[in-house]
Every structure is written in structure tokens, then in C-alpha cells.
């Protein structure tokens, strides 16, 4: 059987750095910080008192005041970028099949806010059950491209992938897969995540995942830094129209680039560390690669997970290093986590759009807030430190990892005909 090829027609998103891809893109070339102290709740008896917020967001710009209160903020902004990625895709929803449309989504967490605010107010109460009829449907992980696939009429498949913070980057893969097999035209896919809540914080607090850096928000997340202590919690979405080629063409649409491919392995080894030597990872950007039928030599970026924790940063440059060999000193490799901060299950896909872009504009964004050169990373990698680096990039990776050990990897190359 001949595999179909799959392109990227459309992108959305909404993220700390910008509330559209224009901003985002603005936000990325430029370095911005989405990082700054919490305004969602009094954080005075927290040990982290910031986060990467989406700022100047209004729900009554884009949902009636009835609508928004039956939506968690992770659901409304899955709405909001994939209405922006299905509009730049330029769909014509009247003629196409919708029954061959489809949308597969990523959320880590789902409605911890809806969760929070239901169980806070049971405990507060009287003992009598009194819950929102809208509770569960609200929190639910799968409502979101429940709802995507409502508001549009789309017939396809229809679920939502769950695997911690490698959850959309998975959306993405299945995506792929469904498109290249012959079983869809086109899917809507991405993540979206909304865990910058009091249970949110106080969890990752509790596990000392977190940066604490109180005194300097803005500088907290900081990837291969000797001085890093922890991820910053981010929150967002991000959406991608994933579109058989030759249906993208017949319509003439516009194509950002071809998805060549997906990989997925398995630490198998802690439920929230990586493997010190990074073999799970090692083998997921292989497999990536031997799906795409590349070589190592082929890569020319890779936006890694990147998270700023003292393990992984070092684990997953271990990793490119095995894969590489000599070849990974020629590569850009940057995190744009230090950023957007960490976006957990959204994470996968605002990253993907990232290299996306990167390939689109030949520009590669920086990883900022480097200043001490960490003894455990090989200087001879280029970390794309600080400034936004140009560059020809043909073939993009974009790594994406989850607590449980779950490993996900996709490749991006530039369309050449």
C-alpha cells in the first residue's frame, strides 16, 4: 500500500507569547519572556508565584457569556486556535466531505480548573451534593475536540490522546497516520492545556518540579543553564490543519510543510525522571527518523523538550549527541520553553508550530536566559543561545516528552515541489 503524503495547511494558537501565530512568531524571533507573577489566584502561601499566563485573553470575544461558563479554559482555547488554524487553512466547510475530517487532540490534564473549583466548593458546603450539571462535561480531557468537531460539523475521528506532556505531539503522529493510511482528508489536531490553577502549582510544588525563582520571573526558565532549577508551568494551545497533499493541492492551498515523521518509545524507568542516559529518547528520535526514511545527517533543527529541569535538559542533549554523532554540532538545537514556559499536554503542538515557522521564516528562535555554562553539556553543541540564529532549514525535529516515560518526535521538511 502507498502511504499518501501529509502537509500542514493551517495554524492557530494562543500562547503566553502571543494570542495569534503572528504574535507567537513576533515573541519567538524576539526572545520574549511569557513569564510573570500569577494573577489567576493569591499565590502568597505558594513556593512558585509565577507562571507563563496567556495574557489579554477575553472569552467574551470569542464565546457569548452562557457558552463560556459550559467551557474550561483549556476547551475555549482549543476553540480559539483551532478556529484560527481551520480559517488560515482557508476550508471550505460547505463542500468538503466531513465525514473525512476529523480532529485529534492532546490534553495532559484537561479541566483541572472545573475539577478544583467543584471539589473546593463540595468541601465548603454543607456535605450536600450540589455539583454543576456542566462539571463533568467540562473537565473531561476528550470535550475538546468534542466540541471542535461539533461547532463544525466534522464526522471524522474524533478523540483525545493522553500522555502527559507528550500528549498533542502524539495527537499529531496519530493524525498523521490516519491521513497517510487513506482514512482522512483532513484532520484538525494540537493540544491545548489550562493547569496554571491552585491544584496545578501546588501539585508540581509538591513534586520540586518547579522553578522558585520569586525574585526574577522572567529569567526562570532557563534550558541548559548550570543555574536552572525547574520548569516554568505554561499554559495555551496550539492547532495544526494536517491535510492529504493531493487534496491540499487539488483545493490550492497554501502548505507550510510536509510531516515526514513520527516516532514514539518509552523510558520505562521512573514515573516522572528521565533516564539518565537518555535511551528512551535516543531510540524515539530513530524511530522518527527511520519513519521518515532520514538519516541523522538529513536533520538541521531540533526544538527539544527542553524543560529547564537539572535532569532532562542534560539526558536529552546525551541523547541527540548518540544519534548524531558529529553531525549534531552542526545542528541548531534550541528550547522555546524558555519562553513560553512548560504548556504540559500543548506543549508538543505550540512547539511544532515553532519549527514550522522556524523553516517557514529560515530563522531559528533562540533559547533565552542562558548565562552559566553547565559542565554536564558538551559546549560544542549549538543551543541557539540568547539571539535568534538564520538559517536554511529543510528538515525540522521537534521533541516532546511526558511524565510516565511517554516519548514522542515528529518531522518537518520544507516542501519541495
Known amino acids: 500500500m502507498e502511504l499518501k503524503r501529509v502537509v500542514v495547511t493551517g495554524l492557530g494558537a494562543l500562547t503566553p507569547i502571543g494570542n495569534s501565530i503572528s504574535e507567537y512568531w513576533d515573541g519567538l524571533k524576539n526572545g520574549r519572556s511569557g513569564c510573570a507573577p500569577i ?82 466548593n463540595f468541601a465548603e458546603g454543607d456535605g450536600t451534593p450540589r455539583f454543576n450539571p456542566f462539571f463533568i462535561p467540562k473537565m473531561i480531557a476528550d470535550i475538546a475536540p468534542g466540541n471542535i468537531s461539533i461547532k463544525h460539523g466534522f464526522m471524522g475521528p474524533n478523540y483525545t490522546t493522553v500522555s502527559a506532556c507528550a500528549s498533542s505531539a502524539n495527537s499529531m ?21 489550562a493547569a496554571v490553577t491552585k491544584a496545578g502549582m501546588g501539585g508540581f510544588n509538591a513534586m520540586h518540579a518547579l522553578s522558585t525563582r520569586n525574585d526574577s520571573p522572567q529569567t526562570a526558565s532557563r534550558p541548559f543553564d548550570a543555574t536552572r532549577d525547574g520548569f516554568v508551568l505554561g499554559e495555551g494551545a496550539g492547532a495544526l490543519i494536517l491535510e492529504d497533499y493531493d487534496h491540499a493541492k487539488k483545493r490550492g ?82 528550547s522555546t520553553k524558555s519562553m513560553t514556559g512548560h504548556l504540559l499536554g500543548a506543549a508538543g503542538a505550540i512547539e511544532a508550530i515553532a519549527s514550522i515557522l522556524a523553516m517557514e521564516h529560515s530563522c531559528v528562535p533562540p533559547t533565552i536566559n542562558h548565562s552559566t555554562v553547565d559542565e554536564n553539556i558538551d559546549p560544542s553543541l549549538n543551543l541557539t543561545l540568547n539571539k535568534a540564529q538564520e538559517r536554511d532549514i529543510q528538515i525540522a525535529m521537534s521533541n516532546t516528552f511526558g511524565f510516565g516515560g511517554h516519548n514522542a518526535c515528529v518531522l518537518f521538511k520544507k516542501l519541495d515541489d
Open 39 to 120: 494573577t489567576y489566584f493569591d499565590t502568597e502561601k505558594f513556593k512558585t508565584k509565577f507562571a507563563c499566563e496567556v495574557k489579554n485573553y477575553d472569552p467574551q470575544l470569542h464565546f457569548d457569556r452562557k457558552e463560556a461558563r459550559k467551557l474550561d479554559r483549556f476547551a475555549q482555547y482549543a476553540l480559539v486556535s483551532s478556529d484560527e488554524a481551520i480559517a488560515d487553512a482557508k476550508v471550505d466547510l460547505e463542500h468538503v466531505d466531513k465525514f473525512r475530517v476529523g480532529v485529534i487532540w492532546g490534553a495532559g490534564i484537561g479541566g483541572l480548573e472545573t475539577f478544583q473549583n467543584e471539589v473546593i
Open 173 to 193: 503522529i496519530d493524525a498523521l497516520n490516519y491521513i497517510r493510511l487513506g482514512y482522512c482528508d483532513i484532520i484538525v489536531t494540537g493540544g491545548s492545556e
Open 253 to 334: 492551498a497554501k502548505i507550510y510543510a510536509e510531516v515526514i515523521g513520527g516516532g514514539m518509545s518509552s523510558d520505562a524507568y521512573h514515573m516522572t525522571a528521565p533516564h539518565p542516559d537518555g535511551i528512551g529518547v535516543e531510540r524515539v528520535m530513530l524511530n522518527c527518523l527511520r519513519d521518515a526514511g532520514l538519516t541523522p545527517e538529513d536533520v538541521d533543527a531540533i526544538n527539544t523538550h527542553g524543560t529547564s529541569t537539572p535532569l532532562g535538559d542534560v539526558a536529552e542533549l546525551k541523547a541527540i549527541t548518540k544519534v548524531f554523532g558529529e553531525h549534531a554540532k552542526t545542528i541548531n538545537i534550541n
